[in-house]
T-cell receptor
Framework: ETGVTQTPRHLVMGMTNKKSLKCEQH?????MYWYKQSAKKPLELMFV???????ENNSVPSRFSPECPNSSHLFLHLHTLQPEDSALYLC??????????????FGPGTRLTVL | DQQVKQNSPSLSVQEGRISILNCDYT??????FLWYKKYPAEGPTFLIS?????DKNEDGRFTVFLNKSAKHLSLHIVPSQPGDSAVYFC???????FGTGTSLTVIP
């Protein structure tokens, strides 16, 4: 595997379900990100992890719970979601994190539908 | 309120001609900008960047221009090719603000 991978690619869940999104980067990067992209809206930053430590939480509701066990893996745990949480969730990585000037490498995204 | 705006949701250009994609931003403190392109079912991929100490950066067929006084940047693609058909996003480098994207179609 190369680049940034995300699983699953598609997910349909009910509002009472618990599910997790997984992201893995094979680039040796130190920072990982979760973004949400809703229809007709720009990408919204959710979380940033730098060297496994969370450095940004963009006022995300607690029903989204990130986990970063190491610099290569990032999870987004989902529980009691709302239909308005239906969106494309993108994971990204970069060499350095925080407010630094470097490009991000994105995975293909998970298309989430909450019923 | 959106910090970065791409006011043209779509653009169609003939193959071989120039494509110009535009992006406006609100905060004059933003000092680094990136362009990404996205094909369907794939994540965005980095294309080109520019620092505010420059007003132009060129990479092959792609050139980004920055007008700091107007808080405006543009991406020029010359000559446009059918493989350039994608959605293009601008981003403020260290603030993580993205535009909504412009869908470019290059007609053979």
């Amino acid at each position: 595997e190369t680049g940034v991978t995300q699983t699953p690619r598609h997910l349909v869940m009910g509002m009472t379900n618990k599910k997790s999104l997984k992201c893995e980067q094979h680039l040796g990067h130190n920072a990982m990100y979760w973004y949400k992209q809703s229809a007709k809206k720009p990408l919204e930053l959710m979380f940033v992890y730098n060297f496994k430590e969370q450095t940004e939480n963009n006022s995300v509701p607690s029903r989204f719970s990130p986990e970063c066990p190491n610099s290569s893996h990032l999870f987004l745990h989902l529980h009691t979601l709302q239909p308005e949480d239906s969106a494309l969730y993108l994971c990204a990585s970069s060499q350095m994190g925080g407010r630094t000037y470097n490009e991000q490498f994105f995975g293909p995204g998970t298309r989430l539908t909450v019923l | 309120d959106q910090q970065v705006k791409q006011n043209s949701p779509s653009l169609s250009v003939q193959e071989g001609r120039i494509s110009i994609l535009n992006c406006d931003y609100t905060n004059s403190m933003f000092d680094y900008f990136l362009w990404y392109k996205k094909y369907p079912a794939e994540g965005p991929t980095f294309l080109i960047s520019i620092s505010s100490i420059k007003d132009k950066n060129e990479d092959g067929r792609f050139t980004v221009f920055l007008n700091k006084s107007a808080k405006h940047l543009s991406l020029h693609i010359v000559p446009s090719q059918p493989g350039d058909s994608a959605v293009y996003f601008c981003e403020t480098g260290n603030q993580f603000y993205f535009g909504t994207g412009t869908s470019l179609t290059v007609i053979p």
